[in-house]
């Protein structure tokens, strides 16, 4: 008999899920259908500040399959605007929405992929309702922020948090020629990193012509009309004719929720290592699923495409027969704002001491190429390991060209549970155009021996 | 009483072990002197192909620390022109043979380092005393070449062997308008990587107008007088105004051979994890000493400025009583040749087939960066696995800007003894600017779990 594989979410965790099950088994074996509430399958999230900024010119380009892509290619019925608002787990079926046609349907399944993402957070002030005012996780919406500014040619803009998002929408609205704000309720943004390292970052910033108002949390938005036109922070009203917010995201569980599934402490679905949420047949990955941290061995909530790719694999190998296992994240992370390359791994300080460790740190400054190689810049690493016993728990980096990509063999360090003092020796590659003789990881590792043994942290 | 540290060596592994000697002890309580034959103390080998290829203006950047440095800031007394010649292990004395007057004298010595380096093999051929004829292995050698060109402006050279120096020598000689020939014995350059990978590395040299002669063994040289003007191959005569070897090296054991020093099966000086040699109190690093292969278990000479470094700061903490080990090598190497970027960690298929494992490979066509993003660039990188279980016994990549930092990704992965299918999950760091969602490492590891369990080679 036909088995009928439903996914409700068309982005990168859903479409993932549904490409490896099709890999895996034939449409005689496996109908499989995907339903996506808004206009897009498979794309580059991460991609949208690139082409708000205009570095990457087609929207088209972040798209790596669309829905007649699915249907022809890969014989995936992938469906948009159909948005599922109901889950009946006993009797093995959903509701459907129909956003062309307004119409409700109901849906059978024999096992069910809930990849519903997350939804940026919005703030619950005074005139937040106001049209302008634009959170970034979908592509329907960088699309409404991209037509805003085709529309309205926008002079101000004030972007409010500075994650990751934050500061890329900082940096691209900025590329657009606006004048951007960027408002951090914390003493500095990029509160990811120790504050020591997210300075730097600032900095960057700044040198971009972004004003930065850090400390100052948002209280209120000035309207005109339906419009925003101004943000009010504790300390002063800016201009702002369209606002961009970085307050992080909420994983998408109502759809779960209601139906009984189990939501686990950090606000995610809960799933178990082979990504199964606590109803037999019935799958969760990407955004709207917890994830285990492999050093606080907590449940987090973090939502990364990179994430949503392998949780997707997993489950599309679990729905077919398949015995895989997704071993959870260790938090790393990699961002580029302006010139500066920023990557952060494991725990940083604070991280580590909520999840009862006993810490040292050190923070070094190096180069990505031998120092007399043209092109060598700065770049700073700082390593944060268990006191005496030298583990690595986190690491963070920040520098200019060459420098992002080494936080992977900082990752792989924290993965494999090494200690500072293994990590000095490990036989990772050196040439000139590439690297002082000690990498910059290795010299972290270095001083952080010492700092293990020696109960310290060094600045 | 104050102890006496002897080094002999001036270069990466002598000077780290006399700088981390140093670091733990005063002058009061040990004493340490280094015997250097050449010119030059603590520079980067690694970096003469760019200085004469004029990437890097003045030489005197690759120079770390010159001996005035060595002796005032770190009271180290370094000597160079004074060549050890003799040592008496029993006596704990050597003989120094003074360049400059010409004079022997005997040193006393507690403890001693060996770190005499290698040098490059000569084709023992006709014709092969004549001047002309250049190895590049220390900067001494490197200032040859670098006066040859100035003094001879010559039109042709030939470039003799087509592994990292080799390759890299072209490249720089190319850059000073010099009509460049490489010829390789082997059917292409770059013998390191498999076949497949360094096909791709021939074409990138022919690309900036180095002529390859492959599979032609070189069998004499023809000279005008004193001085070598062209390079005999099996198939033809090429002109040559110089001529640089790249053909591997030689440890430099004669002196601990001498001494009745242990010598290992791959030709350097046997050493334990601590570094010491046969002879107690005597220690050796750097391309004299022997390193353990973490993967095929077997003694190999590898010359590495990054591994000189390590065992010599193994030993800079052992002589002062510590408890360091050097934990061995897996043959990780980077090079930049011309805009193609080469990475290798591990073992490739032939060594892997020497060492006895049973292998599984795969190659894997991916980009830099995501796609879409400015500046993506083709990466390949190849993945050499043990069949049936997995475990990733080397890899190896090739690409352009952005692709040779990967390897240490890998190399991480390999120093683990990690199998692909554990690899696929890792929790590297992914964002537009920087990687595909699924970066090209993770792609090769999906590819050989599969390879593995099938036991094929896909190409």
Request: glycine share 10%; hydrophobic share 40%; with cysteine.
């Amino acid at each position: 008999m036909v088995q009928r594989l439903v996914v409700v979410g068309g982005d990168a965790a859903g479409m993932s899920a549904a490409s490896q099950a099709r890999r895996r088994r034939r449409p005689e074996e496996l109908e499989i259908v995907a339903f996506e509430r808004g206009n897009f399958t498979s794309y580059s999230a991460c991609g949208i500040p690139y082409w708000i900024g205009g570095v990457v010119d087609d929207m088209d380009t972040l798209i790596a399959r669309s829905p007649s892509t699915f249907r022809e290619r890969f014989n995936i019925d992938a469906r948009i605007h159909r948005e599922v608002t109901a889950l009946d787990i006993a009797g093995r079926k959903i509701t459907v929405h129909d956003h062309d046609n307004g119409r409700e349907s109901t849906e059978g399944f024999d096992q069910l992929v809930i990849a519903t993402g997350a939804t940026p957070i919005k703030p619950d002030l005074p005139g937040s309702g106001a049209e302008g005012i634009f959170g970034v996780q979908t592509l329907d919406d960088g699309l409404a922020v991209h037509r805003a500014i085709a529309e309205l040619s926008p002079r101000t803009a004030v972007v409010i948090g500075g994650g990751y998002i934050g500061l890329e929408m900082a940096e691209a609205l900025s590329r657009r020629s606006i004048d951007v704000s960027l408002v951090e309720r914390l003493e500095q943004p990029m509160s990811t990193l120790d504050p020591d390292m997210g300075a730097l970052v600032a900095q960057a910033l700044r040198d971009v012509g972004v004003t930065l108002f850090t400390a100052e949390p948002v209280v209120a938005f000035e309207t005109w009309g339906a419009r925003v036109r101004g943000v009010v922070t504790s300390e002063r009203t800016l201009d702002a004719d369209i606002v961009v917010t970085g307050l992080g995201v909420r994983p998408n569980v109502d759809l779960a929720k209601g139906a009984g599934v189990a939501i686990g402490t950090s606000g995610a679905i809960e799933v178990d290592h082979r990504m199964s949420t606590s109803a037999e047949g019935v799958w969760a990955a990407g955004d709207c699923a917890e994830k285990f941290h492999r050093v606080s061995s907590r449940g987090v909530a973090i939502a990364l495409g990179t994430h949503a790719n392998k949780e997707g694999r997993t489950i599309g190998m679990n729905v077919t027969g398949g015995e895989a296992t997704f071993p959870g994240v260790i938090g790393t992370a990699v961002s580029k704002i302006c010139d500066v390359e920023v990557g952060r791994t494991g725990l940083n300080e604070t991280e580590a001491s909520d999840a009862g460790f006993d810490t040292a740190s050190v923070i070094v400054d190096s180069t990505t190429r031998a120092v007399y190689f043209p092109g060598s810049a700065p770049i700073k690493v700082k390593m944060v390991v268990e006191a005496d016993s030298g583990r690595i728990l986190g690491a963070q980096l920040i520098g200019r060209e060459g420098a992002a990509k080494r936080i992977d063999t900082l990752a792989a360090a924290v993965w494999n549970g090494m200690t500072a003092d293994e990590l000095i020796n490990m036989d990772i590659s050196y040439a000139p155009p590439f690297a002082p003789v000690w990498d910059p990881v290795l010299i972290a590792a270095r001083k952080a021996t010492q700092a293990a043994v020696q109960g310290t942290s060094e600045q």
